[in-house]
Nanobody
Framework: QVQLVESGGGLVQVGGSLRLSCTASGRTFSRYAMGWFRQAPGKERELVAAISGSGMSMRYADYVKGRFLVSRDNAKNTVSLEMNALKPEDAAVYFC??????????????????WGRGTQVTVSS
């Protein structure tokens, strides 16, 4: 059982940057693969980035490669998403998710076990 809380969302201009954070409960955080998802109004939830439990492997959606960076600090039970060069189409509610997995495994599907409640990112043009 893992509880997730996202923070760091807000309003940013096109081309600006934001850093989202997700804090997890429990003492077995390193045993969970983590993912960042986003969902805009009227659209399906989509994977933005994923990271393995060890933090050694990452995967990004094509539309954020070179702009976003996912990282984790297992000692602090946190996973972060650094977002740069933001575009209007990046505006959405961003969700943190967790799934029990081997240390090297990246979970790239929607099949996560635990979800945060989301944090709003608004990009102004």
């Amino acid at each position: 059982q893992v509880q997730l809380v996202e923070s760091g969302g807000g309003l940013v201009q096109v081309g600006g940057s934001l850093r989202l954070s997700c804090t997890a409960s429990g003492r077995t955080f390193s045993r969970y693969a983590m993912g960042w998802f986003r969902q805009a109004p009227g659209k399906e939830r989509e994977l933005v980035a994923a990271i393995s439990g060890s933090g050694m492997s990452m995967r990004y959606a094509d539309y954020v490669k070179g702009r976003f960076l996912v990282s984790r600090d297992n000692a602090k039970n946190t996973v972060s998403l650094e977002m740069n060069a933001l575009k209007p189409e990046d505006a959405a509610v961003y969700f943190c998710a967790a799934k029990s997995a081997p240390p090297s495994l990246i979970v790239s599907s929607l099949n996560y076990d635990y979800w945060g409640r989301g944090t709003q990112v608004t990009v102004s043009s």
